[in-house]
T-cell receptor, first 111, second 116 residues
Framework: QKEVEQNSGPLSVPEGAIASLNCTYSDRGSQSFFWYRQYSGKSPELIMFIYSNGDKEDGRFTAQLNKASQYVSLLIRDSQPSDSATYLCAPSGGGADGLTFGKGTHLIIQP | EPEVTQTPSHQVTQMGQEVILRCVPISNHLYFYWYRQILGQKVEFLVSFYNNEISEKSEIFDDQFSVERPDGSNFTLKIRSTKLEDSAMYFC????WGLGSTDTQYFGPGTRLTVL
């Protein structure tokens, strides 16, 4: 069974700094991961998809995947107050598989 | 940009009543999903649907729940006899295909269900 663990926070980061969000997972068979952002009262919104070991960059966001350590992370550079949200990671099952979300990390960017 | 839509945005019902939540997935997507999120808790998978039948369901998706694609565009979740604990935000999602990044699930804005 797929399980993900995230520090629920809140994680407080000053504006302009780098926010680092971490996620560990239990299923060694998981090959790829999604990072979603969820604002309070809103639906999850895709931030990044990563399937290879190493880093993937998209604008201010960098996802890192380490399959040997079963660890995936998300770095947000030059953090903005609008980045304040809950960040969810989920392994991709493909096709009809439902996503297994952790509780997510509540990120607060302090102006 | 195509998006998943859901109606209504908020549904209030009495315990024991039936409710139907509606979703219009993105038009070229083949996989459809329902999730729920109880206030303050994590997003939980309920059911997935492909080729006009249920593909996978969680333990939450018991006999009180059913899904249907009544036409070429709508995807519905029915709760037959609502309980207080069914109060939650219900999200519909869809994905294009099952390979690599194309299995990205795009979420609708949600329906907040309140059972009194």
């Amino acid at each position: 069974q797929k399980e993900v663990e995230q520090n629920s926070g809140p994680l407080s980061v000053p504006e302009g700094a780098i926010a680092s969000l971490n996620c560990t997972y239990s299923d060694r068979g998981s090959q790829s991961f999604f990072w979603y952002r969820q604002y309070s009262g809103k639906s999850p919104e895709l931030i990044m998809f990563i399937y290879s070991n190493g880093d993937k960059e998209d604008g201010r966001f960098t996802a890192q995947l380490n399959k040997a350590s079963q660890y995936v992370s998300l770095l947000i550079r030059d953090s903005q107050p609008s980045d304040s949200a809950t960040y969810l990671c989920a392994p991709s099952g493909g096709g009809a598989d439902g996503l297994t979300f952790g509780k997510g990390t509540h990120l607060i960017i302090q102006p | 940009e195509p998006e998943v839509t859901q109606t209504p945005s908020h549904q209030v019902t009495q315990m024991g009543q039936e409710v139907i939540l509606r979703c219009v997935p993105i038009s070229n997507h083949l996989y459809f999903y329902w999730y729920r999120q109880i206030l303050g808790q994590k997003v939980e998978f309920l059911v997935s649907f492909y080729n006009n039948e249920i593909s996978e369901k969680s333990e939450i998706f018991d006999d009180q729940f059913s899904v249907e694609r009544p036409d070429g565009s709508n995807f519905t979740l029915k709760i037959r006899s609502t309980k207080l604990e069914d109060s939650a935000m219900y999200f519909c999602a869809s994905s294009e295909w099952g390979l690599g990044s194309t299995d990205t699930q795009y979420f609708g804005p949600g329906t907040r269900l309140t059972v009194l």
